[in-house]
T-cell receptor
Framework: RKEVEQDPGPFNVPEGATVAFNCTYS??????FFWYRQDCRKEPKLLMS???SGNEDGRFTAQLNRASQYISLLIRDSKLSDSATYLCVVSSLGGATNKLIFGTGTLLAVQP | GAGVSQSPRYKVAKRGQDVALRCDPISGHVSLFWYQQALGQGPEFLTYFQNEAQLDKSGLPSDRFFAERPEGSVSTLKIQRTQQEDSAVYLC???FGTGELFFGEGSRLTVL
């Protein structure tokens, strides 16, 4: 079982739709959680950190449920420019390394 | 430059050849990571440096893979006797401490 699991999609949604992505992680000792965005043939870039209390950044809302080891990302009022792969990312504390473990990513395609 | 710079952007190698991939991190960033991203997958951790010290190499898939960062700045990932399964995008990322990872555009390796 992979340490971070996501539905790979693709999610095809019309402009203006609300879409939600889910992610589960297996290491209960994980400390930090993120969503990264990766455009086609580009490098991943940080979209937002995820906090236990939940956090919002404009049209994007991230939630963390530590008990269920579950992370979500909600995108409201989807734009064409939101089309990308969304990577769920969990920090893994091992020895001296605080490395980030990536899920396989969920592909979002927003249609006009 | 302001971002993480990787070279070459594209490399085609014949099976059995050695390759060297270079990463120039953001100036002052202590932490440097190498990830491998196969088509349709998320980035997979390879190795981590803190300054010149390689603190974690648990993700290197075989002893054909070797990474160094001798002066705590530029890093090189070397792959000896390349195999077809080594074909992937190799992403370098740097951060200041345990903060946000900034990725380079990657080196796309194709082994024929």
């Amino acid at each position: 079982r992979k340490e971070v699991e996501q539905d790979p999609g693709p999610f095809n949604v019309p402009e203006g739709a609300t879409v939600a992505f889910n992610c589960t992680y297996s290491n209960s000792a994980s400390q930090s959680f993120f969503w990264y965005r990766q455009d086609c043939r580009k490098e991943p870039k940080l979209l937002m950190s995820v906090y236990s209390s939940g956090n919002e950044d404009g049209r994007f809302t991230a939630q963390l449920n530590r008990a269920s080891q579950y992370i979500s990302l909600l995108i409201r009022d989807s734009k064409l420019s939101d089309s990308a792969t969304y990577l769920c990312v969990v920090s893994s504390l091992g020895g001296a390394t605080n490395k980030l473990i990536f899920g396989t990513g969920t592909l979002l395609a927003v249609q006009p | 430059g302001a971002g993480v710079s990787q070279s070459p952007r594209y490399k085609v190698a014949k099976r059995g050849q050695d390759v060297a991939l270079r990463c120039d991190p953001i100036s002052g960033h202590v932490s440097l990571f190498w990830y491998q991203q196969a088509l349709g997958q998320g980035p997979e951790f390879l190795t981590y440096f803190q300054n010149e010290a390689q603190l974690d190499k648990s993700g290197l898939p075989s002893d054909r893979f070797f990474a160094e960062r001798p002066e705590g700045s530029v890093s090189t990932l070397k792959i000896q006797r390349t195999q077809q399964e080594d074909s992937a995008v190799y992403l370098c990322a740097s951060s200041f401490g345990t903060g946000e990872l900034f990725f380079g555009e990657g080196s796309r390796l194709t082994v024929l």
